[in-house]
């Protein structure tokens, strides 16, 4: 299920953008998601560690934690203006994400923004666990 050493892949889609994420456990696919999310977004390596930032998120099931998650963290891009470049989760239950973010403020000078991602969906959206676990998300560009 998880392949080693990629923490992400990314596919095609009709006017969408996808990944498919892995993970050992839930804290690991968690931020994998959020790093293939970002990929689209931003180049990482224009991005540095200045500032943390916890984040808290609640949903009533784990297919609908991972699709706030990632939606949560669009707003801290949007609304706040905060650029991150590591996902530090903390923990993960099935209806709660507790994580740390470290980044920093949107520069435009130096980010360079590649897709505008609108929201993760709950289309096609598929999390398995066998020897870890993966999470196929479609992304509304």
């Given at each position: 299920?998880?392949?080693?050493?990629?923490?992400?892949?990314?596919?095609?889609?009709?006017?969408?953008?996808?990944?498919?994420?892995?993970?050992?456990?839930?804290?690991?696919?968690?931020?994998?998601?959020?790093?293939?999310?970002?990929?689209?977004?931003?180049?990482?390596?224009?991005?540095?560690?200045?500032?943390?930032?916890?984040?808290?998120?609640?949903?009533?099931?784990?297919?609908?934690?991972?699709?706030?998650?990632?939606?949560?963290?669009?707003?801290?891009?949007?609304?706040?203006?905060?650029?991150?470049?590591?996902?530090?989760?903390?923990?993960?239950?099935?209806?709660?994400?507790?994580?740390?973010?470290a980044g920093e403020p949107?520069?435009?000078?130096?980010?360079?923004?590649?897709?505008?991602?609108?929201?993760?969906?709950?289309?096609?959206?598929?999390?398995?666990?066998?020897?870890?676990?993966?999470?196929?998300?479609?992304?509304?560009?």
């Amino acid at each position: 299920m998880t392949a080693p050493g990629v923490p992400f892949e990314v596919f095609d889609h009709p006017a969408e953008a996808g990944i498919v994420a892995y993970g050992r456990d839930l804290p690991e696919l968690f931020a994998n998601a959020a790093r293939g999310m970002f990929h689209f977004i931003v180049d990482p390596a224009t991005v540095q560690v200045r500032e943390r930032r916890p984040r808290a998120v609640a949903a009533d099931d784990l297919e609908g934690l991972l699709v706030a998650w990632l939606n949560d963290l669009l707003v801290v891009l949007n609304a706040d203006g905060f650029l991150p470049k590591e996902f530090l989760v903390e923990e993960v239950t099935p209806t709660r994400v507790r994580a740390g973010l470290a980044g920093e403020p949107v520069d435009p000078r130096r980010h360079r923004f590649r897709l505008d991602v609108k929201a993760a969906t709950y289309h096609a959206l598929r999390l398995e666990r066998g020897d870890g676990w993966s999470a196929r998300v479609l992304f509304d560009v």
